[in-house]
């Protein structure tokens, strides 16, 4: 973008809804007064052609009445306007103007009107513009009839080598006696010569697809285009005027079209682009240059059609125009862009670059009042403006605010009065308030049987039949709403049946309901059995008709026995958890009716559970101490059971109409399990990393090879392979079997994260029921500890949970001001080992333990007044910190397992209940 624009010297906007082109501008002394200032002659496609004789009172002005010379609607679209000398026995300029079916030659005087003889014997309309300013209609003008649409007109002015810089499409064929022909290329590729009032013949180009841009070259006495094949074609006048007449061949329309052109090429050069002008400028009577300017780049060709420069545009160009430089051997290019700009190169160098305020499809130079060298544009929607560079920038100066002192008794007087109107404004309800009634609801029902045929396909759990279940979502809608979206989601390795659908709501109080199955797809336990049905919609206001964002959710809960069957209870486990509670203890078959075993009737406090794929996990409820334990073999496993186990009890005491129920959790918190599982999911990533790392070596390895033996097949010289055969194939083979391992990894790693979810949402519990933790405590806690749904390489869970509890321990739950004035690190990286989360892990234990409580308020930034006995650890800032802090945690719990003095319970039998 330039800091100059260009400085406006005289604009005009023509007509109404009316389309312009490259062909519709032109510049000449068309009224032959001799003064040498230019007219600005312009043509539209709506017919219309007018002429401007621009004489502003002072710079800026738009046009005034009197710089309209000529309007006139001449009915046909008006393609291409020239000036030349086209009539026989005159020196005159005329004015030839090109249509779709026919070409009229115009003489243009502000004297009396003119007279010309048509040579086929049928007289049209002349204009001619007589000194009053008047336009009277004379006849005999030129008006040949063509019998193919026109495309472009091509013309010879003699002696005018400043049009030869600014005409686009006017192209010298000068005869002997030096006048002006006039050349037109057709639309199926025939050109056809004029001179003066005769027509002198007609040639197809070869090969012609679509006309292209047409140019005379007078050095050379030959015609220069551009093809549809993206190629510049020169061809002699000579020759075409030699070859076969087209009108005068005897073959049928198809072969005058397709064959028997006798035209050969003289040079031709593919540019790869198509071409939007050609033109030809002069250095000298012994050199001449073809510039073409193409979609991205625009050409400098010598007389022989070899490349003298090229230059690769920065914008699209709309237009463009070349003209001698001061500098001798140079050559200066005016090029019009699609973003507003005009620059100016010499050769390529960019030397200026101005701003214009529409895209030009036509630019032009003239004189006009003396004044030499005006930039004359065309937008396609009729701007013509004339305008001038300049170095006074156009940039936007601040108004001078008018200096006062502030008289602050006024200033709080007038705040005082705003913030009562504010608040007698929030007092009457104008502020828009949330709507009581919905404008969606939507509502879920899961089945409480399961699917008479299962749904589960491509299972992978074993010789278990995995059962199915349905669930029901069923949207009701107030007003209409076109697109409404449900998605449905569930915690893997559940598997929906269908997870998308759209509604039409078309009417309001319309109601649609859905169905599809659940199942479990692979041999391990889902993290939770919670899903959740989210409908997103667009509600049209006033504001935003195309609608607002809504969002609705509904959560469902699916049954334990989707995934679980009755089990055998176990005797012994290596991982144990028992939960207190306030109330007395209630039978176990009451609260899991369907897992009750009717041979073992006598055992009314011990359960078994079997999860489909192998796991078990075993229940046994006391029977006077009011304590439910819950053990089994792996320590993930414990978090459904133990999660069920109380909301059954709390529903049931509900029932009872028992409302102070309780749980707790006096044991210790298990954290050397929890840590090896976080261990294991570690180790799972860094070997995805290795592995991942490993296979791009042996791809690599892989390319290298393929283009050593290309090589060696490609060499005309047979040379041994030298065992490079072997070495591709090891290297296949190796690539196959890491990416195996690769794809394994990553199913164990999926696996492994699903397990720690579980323990962690088990881990969470166990702290809430421990410090009774309450709604909001616990949502910090698994916002911390549970930021992502699904575990990425580039972002795992370990250093963003790391992060997390970080920033816990240094804001609520601080020991001091110094803690809270450290900043985090900013990015996430992937760390070396577990044990610095483990440390902070094992802190945050400890804090809660002695008194500090989860908080997000702006009271959470101030240091606990409750100070437990030994106090607070604080962050280790540094190794020697952290290793007082490892001693000092050490002491407190031992391997981590211990973080407060529990009072000794007896050893239970696992089948025999609790019975002391």
């Not at 469902?556 to 026995?561: E, G, M, N, T």
Request: glycine share 6%; net charge negative; hydrophobic share 40%.
């Amino acid at each position: 973008m330039s800091l100059f624009k260009a400085r406006d010297w005289w604009s005009t906007v023509l007509g109404e809804k009316e389309e312009f082109d490259q062909g519709c501008l032109c510049l000449a002394d068309v009224d032959n007064s001799g003064s040498g200032q230019d007219k600005i002659i312009v043509g539209s496609f709506m017919g219309y052609l007018r002429i401007f004789n621009p004489h502003p009172v002072k710079t800026g002005d738009g046009a005034l009445a009197e710089d309209l010379l000529l309007e006139v609607h001449l009915r046909d679209p008006i393609l291409q306007v020239e000036v030349g000398k086209f009539v026989s026995g005159t020196e005159m300029l005329h004015l030839a103007v090109l249509h779709s079916r026919k070409l009229c030659v115009y003489s243009v005087s502000g004297k009396k009107h003119l007279f010309s003889i048509n040579p086929r014997g049928h007289v049209t309309q002349s204009l001619t513009l007589v000194e009053e300013g008047t336009v009277v209609a004379s006849t005999g003008a030129l008006a040949p009839s063509i019998a193919r649409p026109g495309s472009e007109l091509n013309s010879q002015p003699q002696n005018y080598p400043m049009q030869m810089a600014t005409v686009r499409s006017f192209c010298q064929v000068t005869n002997a006696t030096g006048r002006d022909l006039i050349c037109i290329q057709s639309m199926d590729g025939m050109l056809m010569v004029f001179e003066q009032e005769s027509y002198a013949f007609g040639r197809f180009l070869p090969g012609s697809l679509l006309p292209g841009p047409l140019a005379y070259s007078s050095r050379t006495d030959s015609f220069i285009t551009v093809s549809s094949c993206r190629q510049v074609e020169s061809y002699k006048y000579q020759v075409l005027a030699f070859a076969t007449d087209a009108d005068k061949r005897q073959e049928t329309e198809q072969q005058k079209l397709g064959s028997g052109k006798r035209l050969v090429v003289d040079w031709a050069l593919n540019i790869g682009e198509q071409a939007l002008d050609i033109c030809i400028v002069s250095f000298n009577q012994s050199a001449s240059s073809v510039f073409v300017l193409g979609e991205r780049n625009f050409f400098c060709l010598k007389d022989n059609g070899q490349i003298r420069f090229m230059k690769k545009l920065d914008c699209s160009p709309s237009c463009f125009l070349p003209y001698c430089s001061v500098s001798e051997g140079t050559i200066n290019t005016l090029i019009g862009n699609h973003k507003n700009m005009l620059h100016v190169y010499q050769d390529v160098t960019l030397k200026w670059a101005t701003q214009l305020p529409h895209i030009p499809v036509a630019v032009r130079v003239g004189c006009f009042q003396d004044l030499k060298g005006v930039i004359v544009t065309l937008s396609d929607d009729g701007r013509l403006q004339c305008s001038y560079l300049g170095t006074d920038p156009s940039l936007f100066q601040a108004p001078k605010v008018e200096s006062r002192e502030l008289n602050y008794d006024e200033l709080d007087v007038e705040l005082k009065e705003l913030q009562r109107i504010i608040k007698v404004v929030k007092s009457q309800g104008i502020w828009p308030m949330p709507e009581k009634e919905d404008d969606l609801k939507v509502y879920a029902m899961v089945s409480s049987n399961f699917d008479p045929v299962s749904q589960a396909t491509d299972v992978e759990i074993g010789t278990d039949v995995v059962p199915s279940i349905t669930v029901q979502v069923t949207l009701q809608n107030r007003i209409v709403l076109p697109k409404v979206k449900l998605s449905i989601y569930v915690q893997p390795p559940l598997v929906l049946t269908c997870d998308q659908f759209t509604f039409e709501f078309l009417a309001p109080e319309m109601i649609s309901t859905v169905s599809f199955s659940v199942y479990l797809k692979r041999s391990y336990t889902p993290s939770d059995l919670e899903g959740n049905a989210v409908v997103s919609y667009s509600k049209p206001t006033d504001r935003n008709p195309d609608g607002t964002p809504r969002v609705v959710q509904c959560k469902f809960r699916l049954p334990l026995k989707l995934i679980c069957l009755p089990g055998q209870p176990s005797k012994t486990a290596n991982h144990k958890l028992t939960i207190d509670t306030n109330q007395s203890p209630v039978s176990l078959p009451s609260l899991f009716p369907g897992f009750a075993n009717q041979s073992d009737d006598d055992q009314i406090n011990v359960m078994g559970f079997r999860f489909l794929g192998g796991s078990r996990v075993t229940l046994l409820a006391s029977k006077t101490s009011q304590r439910y334990r819950i053990q089994s073999e792996q320590f993930e496993d414990l978090w459904l059971i133990t999660n069920e186990l109380i909301l059954r009890l709390q529903k049931y005491f509900e029932k009872q109409g028992i409302k102070d129920f309780a749980s707790s959790f006096s044991g210790s918190i298990p954290l050397q399990e929890y840590f090896e599982l976080i261990d294991h999911h570690f180790e799972l990533r860094i070997n995805g990393e290795k592995l991942e790392e490993l296979l791009s070596e042996r791809a690599v390895q892989f390319r290298a090879i393929q283009r050593r033996l290309l090589t060696r097949f490609k060499d005309k010289t047979p040379a041994p392979l030298q065992h490079l055969d072997v070495l591709l194939d090891g290297t296949y083979k190796q690539v196959i079997a890491l990416a195996d391992a690769v794809e394994e990894n990553q199913g164990n790693l999926f696996q492994a994260f699903t397990k720690l979810k579980s323990a962690t949402h088990l881990m969470i519990l166990l702290i809430g029921l421990w410090q009774k933790l309450s709604a909001d405590q616990i949502a910090i806690l698994e916002a911390a500890f549970l930021p992502l749904q699904e575990d990425m390489q580039e972002l795992g869970w370990e250093e963003t949970v790391d992060a997390a509890i970080s920033h816990l321990l240094k804001t609520c739950l601080s020991k001091s001001s110094k803690e809270q004035a450290l900043n985090l690190n900013s990015q996430l990286n992937i760390p070396k080992d577990t044990s610095r989360l483990k440390k902070h892990i094992t802190l945050l234990c400890d804090r809660l333990a002695k008194g500090g409580r989860l908080c997000l308020s702006n009271d959470a930034a101030a240091p606990q007044t409750m100070v437990m006995p030994g106090g607070c650890t604080p962050i280790p800032e540094s190794d020697l910190e952290e290793r007082s802090v490892e001693q000092d945690s050490t002491e407190l719990f031992t391997n981590h397992r211990h973080l407060i003095a529990e009072t000794p319970v007896p050893e239970v039998s696992a089948l025999q209940g609790v019975s002391e």
